[in-house]
């Protein structure tokens, strides 16, 4: 350029021009203005970012320290021996047993400091240094992946904002992060870092549906969070950023360079020395993990006891505390509850044993199919088929009503393979569920009578496929009592409050009920004049029916619900019709409408055998909260059903019953059995109940589709013997204690009156206030012994349906008919017959003291002949050899 003097003085007078200043005085007031407009603006967007920020924090929700801290915990169920665990009860979220920061190892703690927040002990709640490192790290980047949440505003996320995984835009993101933030710090002003720390690694979710570290180290190592080596820290402390990713079973190839970071980490941060990485990074700790795993994967369903457990607590809940359905679930299965059952290990072990020992079922197991499915068709609808689209498929192809029963698994598998192909098309999905039980089934019920408490329970045989199935033992299944519950509807009653005692008679012949229908016994024979004594050991029905009608079947069934029997119906409509067991003759013979329960059939009888007295079956001695309150004393009501008397004579005639009636497969080794058999109509369903000084044991069998049991009813017998000698084993042998309130006499068997010179007589007992006062004045001719007579035992009650309507067929499919059909039927049999044959009404007083000796039976058919040889000496010995005969 040419800036010459006269150049220069030209530009200088240009540059002073008037024109020019101007124009520089219009461009300076220009940039005033957007210096102004970018600073106004700025303090508008700082007012109002402001005033956005305190809107959202306005809209924070108040947060105490009780909210950040865990909820949802493990509940633990133990042993009767208080502490021996049995089961865990885990609901999904509260997979969490706590542990206080004492008790989880220092080098947990700063594994999850140093790959998590390594200044966790500095910071007030936000870690503005992690924020401008996480920053500068996502512009680099052009994405912001890197995190910046201290362990404080983690736990917020937590246990304050659960649903942060739902937020559905940008706005939701930064309002949460933005409340858990000024959360953060407010929370550090109230809690110390160890309180925030026990928190966190009490909530923090572990992946394998564990929360917290205790229940991490248990999936994951099978041990304490104590017991954790520094490898191992380090592996559960890599998992929490991504559970799935960082899963050390299923992905150990993510976790473990997760877990070197960790390590990398602590190294770095001065946690751990340079021998102790090391030493870490050379454990082969992914084996470990792998065998812990596999050993973990038995199946998780719960047992019967179990199941029947938690019903009860929730149930007691509600009913006690007035807790709501939901209430009570939640503190069950997440509540962190220490639940003390009355369940002995050993004896349900036993249980389980016996009951799943094909052994007791000889030549009898068959596999009972439940089926369910679920088709989606290719254009989108749904169709549901179920067991009886199969039985149906069976019945019209192969002409078999059993199309749910076969002879293998592999054989119920093939059925449901070939009819599914029936009905499939093209672009199906399916979603099926087959369940495979051996047939017949067991329940079984194992009570200390003296306390009501459970101490065994199993609801069915083989493989128990789900929790909360069906529970054959408990409230999952109502069958038909049988001759059981002659015992509890009508001698009960009858000895107790009508003044009856064992010597009473009554004429066993053919009675006609209210319907018209003639009541037969099993045998299709009768006996004449018959104790009551004799009527329960031989299970004769006409005695029951007979018996119940005169005390009235309302009696009867006030004192069935006295012992427990909750299932009885008055005046229920059914499908149009009404049903009464209050007003059924059959109720003596079990013959009701809906059933019972084994475990109350088993309190009933413990009642029984603890004097008299009933107590309230219970699983539980009490129910702890979290914070150790007891919630519920498993101390059940207990009431007087039945006066010591009562009790005592009971327990005497059902002694007959083991020792030689219907029960004879039942006696134990040195220890005595009192019980009674039940078999109703076609033997669809086979009991014994019984009981000895120390336990009371109820076993049903049959099958789940009511088919007849036609080859071997002896296996309840197998059951209860299996299980009660067992337990019994190391027992100390002692008898039934007899009451002060009962007295021994000697009564004719014939009238039952005080015996003289010329009676057969037996020693009964009696109690005080029904001692007998008439003196017996002979024998004469009894009309009752035209008819064809028998001493056999009854242990297969007639069809309650040939008698009566109100038997609950039609609505519950089970027969409300009882029967035993064991005891006494070669002697007594062949005695009847020998008398009549031999003595015949010519007999007279010879023919019948030779049928009342050791031949047996009714020998002898006159009067006096026959009824003596029915009693103690003949009646006895055929009794005996029936039973041993026929069972």
């Known amino acids: 350029m040419n800036y010459g003097k006269k150049k220069a003085a030209k530009r200088q007078k240009k540059i002073t021009s008037k024109s020019t200043m101007q124009g520089k005085r219009i461009v300076v007031r220009l940039f005033k203005a957007l210096l102004i407009c970018i600073v106004l603006a700025a303090v508008v967007g700082m007012a109002g970012g402001g005033l956005f920020i305190k809107k959202i924090i306005d809209d924070t929700p108040h947060v105490s320290t009780s909210d950040v801290k865990p909820k949802g915990f493990t509940t633990f169920v133990y042993a009767d021996d208080g502490s021996t665990e049995i089961e865990r009860f885990v609901s999904s979220g509260s997979n969490r047993v706590y542990k206080s920061i004492d008790e989880i190892p220092k080098n947990l703690q700063h594994a ?235 004896m349900q072990k036993i249980c389980d044993e016996e009951a799943n020992n094909d052994a007791n079922y000889p030549g009898l197991k068959e596999y009972g199919l439940d089926y369910a499915l679920t088709v989606t068709r290719a254009d989108g609808s749904v169709e549901n088929y179920g067991s009886n689209n199969i039985k149906n498929y069976v019945e019209k192809t192969y002409g078999n009503d059993q199309g749910l029963l076969y002879s293998s698994e592999d054989a119920a598998k093939a059925m449901v393979a070939e009819w599914k192909s029936t009905i499939a098309q093209e672009g199906d999905t399916y979603d099926e569920r087959i369940t495979i039980t051996p047939q017949p089934q067991s329940s079984i019920t194992i009570m200390d009578q003296k306390t009501g408490q459970i101490k065994a329970m199993v609801g069915g045989r083989g493989e128990k496929a789900s929790s909360l199935g069906l529970n054959r033992a408990y409230q999952g299944s109502k069958r038909q009592p049988g001759s059981t519950f002659k015992i509890l509807a009508a001698y009960a009653p009858a000895l107790d409050s009508c003044d009856k005692t064992l010597a009473t008679t009554i004429d066993d012949e053919p009675y006609t009920l209210k319907n018209g229908n003639v009541l037969r016994n099993a045998n299709k024979q009768y006996g004449g004049t018959t104790t009551l004594r004799n009527g329960i050991k031989k299970s004769i029905n006409v005695v029951a029916v007979k018996l119940s009608d005169e005390i009235t079947q309302e009696l009867g069934y006030e004192y069935c619900e006295k012992f427990g029997i909750s299932t009885l119906v008055k005046d229920k409509t059914i499908n149009g019709k009404v049903f009464d067991d209050s007003t059924s003759q059959t109720l003596a013979l079990g013959g ?186 002979g024998h004469g001719y009894s009309s009752g012994r035209k008819y064809k007579s028998s001493t056999e035992d009854n242990d297969t009650t007639e069809d309650a349906s040939s008698y009566s309507n109100n038997t609950g067929n039609s609505y519950n499919n089970n027969t409300g008919t009882t029967s035993d059909n064991t005891g006494g039927n070669t002697g007594g049999s062949t005695g009847g017959k020998t008398g009549g044959s031999t003595g015949g009404n010519t007999g007279g007083s010879t023919s019948g003291n030779t049928g009342g000796g050791s031949t047996g039976g009714n020998t002898g058919g006159g009067s006096t002949g026959g009824n003596t040889g029915g009693g103690s000496t003949g009646g006895n010995t055929g009794g005996s050899t029936g039973g041993d005969t026929s069972q």
């Open 112 to 346: 999850f400091v140093a790959i998590e927040d390594e200044r966790f002990y500095k910071h007030n709640g936000i870690d503005l240094q992690g924020i401008a490192r996480a920053a500068v790290v996502g512009i680099a980047r052009g994405g912001f992946s890197e995190g910046a949440s201290t362990l404080t505003q983690q736990l917020i996320k937590n246990n304050v904002f659960p649903n942060f995984t739902k937020e559905k835009n940008f706005y939701d993101k930064l309002q949460r992060k933005i409340q858990e933030q000024y959360l953060a710090v407010q929370i550090e002003k109230q809690m110390s870092k160890n309180e925030i720390m026990e928190s966190y690694l009490n909530t923090i979710n572990l992946g394998q549906n564990c929360l917290g570290v205790q229940s991490a180290s248990q999936r994951y190592f099978g041990k304490d969070v104590s017991d954790l080596t520094l490898s191992e820290c380090a592996v559960i402390a890599g998992i929490t950023q991504n559970p799935t990713d960082y899963d050390p079973v299923t992905r150990p190839e993510n976790n473990k360079i997760r877990r070197n970071k960790v390590l990398k980490n602590m190294l770095e941060q001065g946690y751990i020395s340079q021998k102790q990485y090391d030493k870490a990074m050379s454990d082969d700790v992914y084996a470990r993990i792998q065998a812990t795993s596999a050993s973990s994967q038995a199946d998780n369903a719960y047992s019967y006891f179990v199941d029947a457990l938690a019903q009860q607590v929730i149930q007691d809940l509600k009913d006690q505390l007035g807790y709501t359905d939901t209430q009570a679930y939640n503190a069950v299965y997440s509540g962190g509850l220490s639940i003390y059952s009355t369940q002995n290990q050993e």
């Open 592 to 777: 009701i409408t809906e059933g019972v329960y084994n475990y109350e059939m088993c309190a009933a009888y413990a009642s029984i055998a603890n004097g008299g007295v009933y107590n309230k079956p219970t699983l539980y001695s009490k129910v702890v909260d979290h914070d150790g309150n007891v919630l519920l004393d498993g101390t059940g009501e207990s009431h007087t059903v039945i006066k010591d008397s009562t009790a005592y004579l009971l327990t005497s005639a059902m002694e007959d019953v083991v020792n030689s009636g219907t029960g004879t497969a039942c006696q134990l080794p040195n220890m005595p059995v009192a019980g009674k058999t039940g078999t109703t109509t076609s033997n669809k369903d086979l009991w014994f109940c019984g009981f000895t000084p120390y336990y009371t044991c109820a076993v049903w069998g049959g099958y789940d589709d009511n088919k007849e049991c036609d080859y071997d009813t002896s296996f309840r017998f197998r059951l209860w013997k299996g299980i009660m000698s067992r337990i019994h084993e190391n027992l100390e042998s002692k008898d039934f204690k007899v009451p002060t309130s009962v007295e021994k006499k000697s009564i004719c068997t014939i009238t039952g009156k005080l015996a003289t010179n010329g009676c057969p007589s037996i020693t009964e007992y009696f109690a005080k206030d029904t001692l007998p006062s008439e003196t017996c004045s």
